[in-house]
């Protein structure tokens, strides 16, 4: 599942367990000193599996995003006439998908790593709209960055994640949420993932 792959490659925080009120049973009789007992030594057990690292899934908004993120990249690449909703020689493709969103969106150039801008589209995520550009190579590969609003969201720092044959390099800088995704190696998209980084910080 896709949060596995976010704990075993992208190391989120850890989510920490908390137990109450285990302690606060008063052993009455016998019988209830025994369940406090049993109590406590599930309580125990469970912190030590814990302690001892094993994977808690993510936060659901940051896979929530990053599902939704893979998902419209795995349809949409596929598509080979209708993969964008407005190319990218349409003038109002920026102004569209950034009135959208929510913000100014600014699609980076990736030319000089051999990707050009095709164009892009809008996605429904959850309710809210995202925008998804898509860049193509000489050989045809495809990446997509996605971009949604993140306002209840804490901020992420960058991760690699890989679900249903892409790999996906993701962020969040609240009040937005960004992912590339492709299928390439790790180092490559980590590389265009930063070019993506540099320019969106740019005013």
Not at 154 to 171: C, H, L, M, N, P
């Amino acid at each position: 599942g896709i949060g596995a792959d976010i704990l075993d490659e992208a190391i989120p925080e850890r989510m920490q367990a908390v137990l109450k009120n285990a302690s606060r049973i008063k052993p009455d009789s016998h019988w209830m000193r025994a369940a406090a007992s049993v109590m406590l030594l599930v309580v125990g057990a469970v912190a030590g599996w814990i302690a001892h690292g094993t994977a808690v899934p993510a936060p659901s908004s940051e896979t929530g995003f990053l599902r939704h993120a893979v998902s419209a990249h795995v349809v949409f690449t596929k598509e080979r006439r209708h993969a964008v909703e407005a190319k990218a020689t349409e003038k109002h493709l920026v102004r569209w998908l950034s009135r959208r969103v929510g913000r100014t969106l600014n699609p980076p150039s990736l030319k000089s790593a051999g990707y050009l801008l095709v164009g892009g589209r809008l996605v429904a995520d959850d309710g809210a709209p995202a925008a998804q550009f898509m860049y193509q190579n000489k050989d045809k590969n495809r990446l997509t960055l996605y971009v949604r609003s993140a306002r209840d969201a804490k901020d992420v720092s960058f991760k690699i994640a890989t679900e249903r044959g892409v790999s996906a390099f993701y962020w969040i800088e609240a009040p937005y949420a960004y992912a590339l995704i492709g299928k390439t190696d790790r180092d490559n998209l980590v590389a265009l993932g930063e070019i993506v980084h540099t320019h969106l910080q740019k005013p």
